[in-house]
């Protein structure tokens, strides 16, 4: 029996800490995810490169000059087939990870969704501490 | 030499990569192809975002950065800070431009052929003096 390619999930969030942390955790899930640090590459990615995500896992405020609720509209229009996502607060897209996994191609989670929401504050926390701004950077080419 | 980075690793044991690159295509390939020599990789796209990433005490066994990137600093900016910062932590950077008199620890020129960075990337994860960060 050939072994089916694994699901992609295509994770939309201009925050570093967060975006890493719930793409290692559906990648442990046996995803293959596709990062995006704004709405803008999340659509350069799904225009040129041909990948077509069953799932895109998308900050509600994400950054770029697409609004997250209008690339929704416009992945809804040319790629009817992916299944978009939204979450706002941090315990949101936590819960959306712990969703996804359950249907993920590995029957178990790898770990307690409560621990990458765990993980997540603990470094943000710590970059607030040394001074580093976890908002990303509105400057552009 | 897939093989050889994941040789004696355990998965928790896994060296992690910060990949910053303002194109997400360019960074897409170039994660992907890390990740398939059984890295972590960790995707920033400009050097705020890896400052972040760094600053936040997240493992980190090299960084590999565009040199032309927006954002406060750029890719040399971004290798002083790291020399400044983290100095064991090897950085390499990539650039159309010609090669920077810069002290790192490689440098590759775009476009630079898979072989060349999974190569480099795989020399420098090697070297002695990193085998056990």
């Known amino acids: ?141 | 030499m897939q093989a050889l980075l994941a040789s004696g690793q355990e998965a928790s044991g896994k060296k992690t990569v910060l990949v910053v690159e303002d194109d997400v295509l360019l960074r897409y390939v170039l994660a992907e192809q890390l990740r398939d020599m059984c890295l972590i990789v960790v995707e920033a796209e400009h050097a705020d975002s890896a400052i972040t990433y760094l600053g936040s005490g997240g493992p980190c066994d090299l960084v590999v950065s565009d040199i032309q990137m927006p954002g406060s600093l750029d890719g040399l900016g971004l290798a002083r800070y790291v020399r400044d910062a983290f100095p064991q932590l090897p950085i390499i950077l990539v650039s159309g431009q010609a090669a920077p008199s810069d002290d790192v620890d490689g440098f590759l020129r775009k476009p630079y052929a898979e072989d060349e960075i999974t190569m480099l990337v795989a020399a420098i994860l090697q070297r002695p003096d990193l085998e056990n960060t």
């Open chain 1, 1 to 141: 029996m050939t072994e089916q390619p694994a699901q992609i999930v295509l994770v939309v969030d201009g925050e570093v800490l967060i975006r890493h942390e719930i793409a290692e955790y559906l990648r442990d899930c046996g995803y293959r995810v596709v990062e995006a640090a704004s709405t803008d590459e999340a659509w350069l990615l799904l225009e040129t490169s041909g990948l077509v995500p069953a799932f895109l896992l998308c900050s509600a405020v994400a950054p770029g000059n697409l609004n997250a609720f209008t690339l929704r509209q416009k992945i809804g229009a040319a790629l009817p087939d992916v299944d978009v996502i939204m979450a706002g607060s941090l315990d949101a897209k936590a819960e959306v990870a712990a969703d996804l996994c359950e249907q993920g191609p590995d029957l178990a989670r790898p770990y307690d969704p409560q621990l990458v929401l765990d993980r997540i504050r603990r470094v943000t926390a710590t970059s607030a501490r040394s001074g580093i701004s976890t908002k990303p950077s509105s400057d552009k080419k």
